[in-house]
């Protein structure tokens, strides 16, 4: 039981930085209106209406049925792989990794889009927020502990 609390512990920390920054995004910065914070990073306010790179944009019903198809999927991956033992590594990984879907998810519910606000300034480099990071980055974790 101690493990599930530190996985939930992990998911609401994560989820709710996710939306603290969202917030102060939206509270502090202008929509498109690059601010430079160090060397080739930016914050770039965008509300983004499509998936990555702005896909289906045009298709808000689509994309909202997708995402909660992918959210319920996500939730149970991780419902089973704690009934199955998976290590504590890969567990804390997946619960970044869902933190980073619900952030994003339940921005789209409520707003009909994501806000995205960190670029940093290489080609094709889309502009991103916190959740885009947990879960490419817990995604790489989830990768590396169901390997080894």
Known sequence: MAKLVLY?????TCFFLDLLMKHLANDRLALRH?????KRLYLVLVHNK????GL???RKRLLRILSAF???FMVY???YTYNNDFSPEFMISLSVV???AAGNFSERIRHGYVTDFLYIKVKKMPIFNLADLFIVIGMVFVY???LF
Request: charged share 5%; glycine share 10%; aromatic share 20%.
């Open 77 to 79: 991956l991780f419902i």
């Open 50 to 53: 499509g998936a990555a790179y």
């Open 98 to 100: 869902l933190a980073g």
């Open 8 to 12: 939930i512990l992990v998911f609401l």
């Open 34 to 38: 690059p601010v430079q914070v160090y």
């Open 70 to 72: 992918a959210m319920f």
């Open 56 to 58: 289906l944009k045009n």
């Open 144 to 146: 590396y502990h169901g």
